[in-house]
């Protein structure tokens, strides 16, 4: 079977595919929602949250749809929202922002560059309207892990909120919703938990629902009746039974195998090993070691290699990779060791892009 190295959705181990043909169930009976509840626990236990002040809310749909309930639902409504941008993800709040009709401000930076906390600050200290902060916690663009503790101290500071799209790093990275101030993250069930596609969620801070207690901007990305529902035991629609079950089987594994920090060391493990390879065949990280998350890393292409025939080539030989986005497409690849993967997949990758990649570099006769 083909071998999954892009960013979601991920290679699943064999109990969460066997999970997926669980029982059919109706969403408006007892057992669909005793199943609810119990991913609704397991999901405030990732990081510890104290059922009585956080929520996780489920809905339908894929990390993009959990992103977009956040900004229409918890978006300042009176007040600025400050999005930084620093890759794809970035800005596609600032398009939700946009099309929601929400108040904003966007603090741009250049795709892979790290934020620029002191202008961050100075943006605050000049716009008191700006009551709110969204950012991405794992730039997929770029393999970017954002600096949320120290942006979370600067919006405490100023008693700004924040919301954060997780989708590429919960699970997988240290995320302290409490102590860096979160209104809330987006999540999704098939990146860094190694569920199936199509279920995603937002863990917030019950509070920050009660001050969008507004009118809903959306009905069907609505999480003020998301989680009114489901803290009844109920759901508003139709909810995907089978990625429940998915799910549920997903974060079993994931709480006995320890948890995100040893989910973050597996990755990591796989990852330098990657890196290692690669770079005994000259190709070059984007960003340091330090810079990156354990999810995902971006590679230059070798000069002489484009994309096309490096995805196909791999491809032939049973392992996806992933293209760079926008400007970054000519010039960049990303592997992303999520799923259900081990170091003799990242060997047997290595085995093939030695392949294709020493002919390439080596000069002609
Ligand atoms: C994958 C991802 C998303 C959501 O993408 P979908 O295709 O909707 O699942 C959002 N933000 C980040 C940072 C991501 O990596």
Not at 64 to 85: D, H, N, W, Y
Not at 252 to 258: I, T
Not at 267 to 277: H, K, T
């Given at each position: 079977?083909?071998?999954l190295l892009n960013p979601g959705p991920v290679?699943?181990?064999?109990?969460?595919?066997?999970?997926?043909?669980?029982?059919?169930?109706?969403?408006?009976?007892?057992?669909?929602?005793?199943?609810?509840?119990?991913?609704?626990?397991?999901?405030?236990?990732?990081?510890?949250?104290?059922?009585?002040?956080?929520?996780?809310?489920?809905?339908?749909?894929?990390g993009?749809?959990?992103?977009?309930?956040?900004?229409?639902?918890?978006?300042?409504?009176?007040?600025?929202?400050?999005?930084?941008?620093?890759?794809?993800?970035?800005?596609?709040?600032?398009?939700?922002?946009?099309?929601?009709?929400?108040?904003?401000?966007?603090?741009?930076?250049?795709?892979?560059?790290?934020?620029?906390?002191?202008?961050?600050?100075?943006?605050?200290?000049?716009?008191?309207?700006?009551?709110?902060?969204?950012?991405?916690?794992h730039?997929t663009t770029?393999g970017?892990?954002?600096?949320?503790?120290?942006?979370?101290?600067?919006?405490?500071?100023?008693?700004?909120?924040?919301?954060?799209?997780?989708v590429s790093?919960?699970?997988?990275?240290?995320?302290?919703?409490?102590?860096?101030?979160?209104?809330?993250?987006?999540?999704t069930?098939n990146k860094c938990?190694?569920?199936?596609?199509?279920?995603?969620?937002?863990?917030?801070?019950?509070?920050?629902?009660?001050?969008?207690?507004?009118?809903?901007?959306?009905?069907?990305?609505?999480?003020?009746?998301?989680?009114?529902?489901?803290?009844?035991?109920?759901?508003?629609?139709?909810?995907?039974?089978?990625?429940?079950?998915?799910?549920?089987?997903?974060?079993?594994?994931?709480?006995?195998?320890?948890?995100?920090?040893?989910?973050?060391?597996?990755?990591?493990?796989?990852?330098?090993?990657?890196?290692?390879?690669?770079?005994?065949?000259?190709?070059?990280?984007?960003?340091?070691?330090?810079?990156?998350s354990?999810v995902l890393r971006a590679?230059?292409?070798?000069?002489?290699?484009?994309?096309?025939?490096?995805?196909?080539?791999?491809?032939?030989?049973?392992?996806?990779i992933y293209?760079?986005?926008?400007?970054?497409?000519?010039?960049?690849?990303r592997i992303s060791t999520m799923g259900?993967?081990?170091?003799?997949?990242?060997?047997?990758?290595?085995?093939?892009?030695?392949?294709?990649?020493?002919?390439?570099?080596?000069?002609?006769?």
């Amino acid at each position: 079977m083909t071998v999954l190295l892009n960013p979601g959705p991920v290679k699943l181990s064999p109990g969460v595919r066997r999970a997926l043909a669980g029982p059919d169930l109706c969403h408006r009976e007892p057992e669909f929602a005793g199943l609810q509840d119990r991913l609704r626990r397991k999901l405030l236990a990732v990081y510890s949250l104290d059922p009585d002040a956080w929520a996780a809310v489920l809905l339908a749909g894929s990390g993009t749809a959990a992103v977009e309930a956040m900004v229409a639902s918890l978006g300042p409504r009176e007040g600025r929202l400050l999005i930084l941008e620093n890759g794809v993800y970035g800005e596609r709040i600032t398009r939700m922002a946009a099309v929601y009709g929400l108040d904003h401000r966007v603090l741009h930076h250049e795709w892979g560059a790290a934020l620029d906390l002191e202008a961050v600050e100075r943006t605050l200290a000049a716009d008191p309207a700006i009551v709110q902060v969204a950012v991405v916690h794992h730039e997929t663009t770029t393999g970017r892990l954002n600096d949320l503790a120290a942006l979370g101290v600067l919006c405490r500071a100023r008693r700004v909120g924040l919301l954060v799209d997780g989708v590429s790093s919960f699970g997988a990275e240290a995320l302290e919703p409490l102590a860096w101030g979160l209104d809330a993250c987006a999540a999704t069930a098939n990146k860094c938990l190694h569920g199936a596609p199509g279920l995603s969620l937002v863990v917030l801070r019950r509070d920050a629902l009660g001050a969008a207690a507004a009118p809903p901007r959306s009905v069907y990305l609505d999480l003020a009746g998301y989680c009114r529902a489901q803290d009844r035991r109920d759901t508003p629609f139709t909810q995907p039974v089978h990625l429940y079950h998915a799910l549920d089987r997903a974060l079993d594994e994931f709480l006995a195998q320890g948890g995100w920090p040893a989910r973050r060391q597996c990755y990591r493990r796989l990852a330098g090993r990657v890196r290692e390879g690669l770079a005994a065949l000259g190709v070059e990280p984007l960003l340091t070691d330090a810079e990156t998350s354990a999810v995902l890393r971006a590679y230059r292409l070798p000069p002489g290699l484009d994309y096309a025939t490096l995805h196909d080539g791999l491809k032939q030989r049973g392992f996806v990779i992933y293209a760079g986005q926008g400007a970054l497409a000519r010039s960049v690849f990303r592997i992303s060791t999520m799923g259900d993967l081990g170091m003799e997949d990242m060997d047997r990758l290595l085995d093939a892009c030695a392949e294709l990649i020493a002919p390439a570099s080596t000069p002609p006769p």
